[in-house]
């Protein structure tokens, strides 16, 4: 009971932000056309500061823990590849295929990981999670850049690819945050509380725009879909991914940090992405919601499994 009381606490705010924002829309606040806007401002501005903010606050010396870092993002590539074979066996509709991928491969770990891993482990010294929510969450981006390039049912064009990879903001202030942390560079102060500031926007404003943008009378026609990515996202990759490290020997806030990278639900970033790269936005949005509304469900299942096993 207490673990789902945690796992709530940690997904209920989620829920709180996006019904502001469904209020907002259907209060007639605002319109689709505002809502669109405002999430190309979010995915160009306050986006890659909060991915920037991430990896440089991250405490790099002391949360180095390469076992952990190498497992993490050599399954996260191992799950992508899988998504794909997935996807393309699943649906030969190209306008999905994308977004299918990305909805299974791709968890919440930017907003659940930390709160999850220090929930189930009281006290503990999050710094390798920080760390570790950094690279993988840098990996998730690159990797989502691809298949919403590739498999987004326009033809593929290696140079508009290649385009898209370097002119991508989130991959950009990543790999601006990675080269801050790893040389060492401090922003002046009033800097980096502008940065802190901004980033801060983000998460609240992505859910509220999802909030906005959603019609849940348009649902029922990706019924199908959204089981087959229930399915793959918060059981198949949980059970297999997580079993695989509690066989690696991984124990503590390690596994901790593992819980939150492969049980919690479809990044809420996903929605924005697939908006602005021109995939299904629509199934994008559900997918965030249904797999988040399960979420608090399935995190306590396998806390629970994994905890009767001495892991946690």
């Not at 920080?130 to 140079?159: Q, R, S, W, Y």
């Not at 990543?174 to 080269?179: N, R, T």
């Not at 802190?196 to 999802?210: D, H, N, Q, T």
Request: aromatic content about 10%; overall charge neutral; glycine content about 6%.
């Amino acid at each position: 009971m207490e673990n789902i009381l945690l796992c709530l606490n940690a997904v209920l705010p989620i829920f709180l932000i996006f019904a502001l924002g469904f209020a907002a829309r259907h209060l007639n606040l605002m319109d689709i056309g505002d809502v669109l806007k405002m999430n190309k401002i979010a995915f160009k501005v306050f986006l890659p500061f909060m991915m920037f903010a991430n990896i440089y606050n991250a405490e790099l010396e002391a949360a180095i823990r390469p076992d952990l870092i190498l497992f993490a993002l050599g399954s996260v590539l191992v799950i992508y590849l899988l998504s794909i074979a997935a996807s393309l066996l699943y649906t030969k509709d190209k306008s999905k295929q994308g977004v299918i991928i990305q909805g299974i491969f791709r968890s919440n770990y930017v907003i659940v990981g930390m709160p999850i891993a220090g929930s189930l482990i009281p006290g503990a010294d999050l710094s390798s999670v920080a760390v570790l929510v950094a690279l993988v969450v840098c990996e998730f981006n690159i990797l989502a850049v691809i298949c919403l390039t590739l498999f987004n049912g326009h033809p593929f064009n290696l140079k508009s690819t290649l385009r898209s990879l370097a002119t991508n903001p989130l991959i950009l202030s990543s790999l601006a945050g990675i080269a801050f942390l790893l040389l060492d560079i401090r922003l002046p102060s009033f800097l980096d509380s502008a940065v802190e500031s901004l980033s801060g926007v983000a998460s609240p404003l992505m859910l509220f725009l999802l909030g906005a943008f959603i019609d849940f009378r348009a649902m029922r026609k990706f019924t199908r879909d959204l089981i087959f990515v229930c399915i793959g996202r918060l059981f198949i990759v949980p059970a297999v991914f997580l079993t695989v490290g509690y066989l690696a020997g991984f124990r503590g806030i390690e596994f901790a940090a593992l819980i939150g990278a492969f049980a919690s639900s479809t990044a809420t970033t996903s929605f924005t992405m697939a908006q602005q790269m021109g995939s299904d936005a629509e199934l994008a949005g559900d997918i965030v919601i249904v797999t988040s509304a399960l979420c608090p469900l399935t995190l306590f299942l396998w806390s629970a499994v994994f905890t009767s096993l001495g892991v946690l």
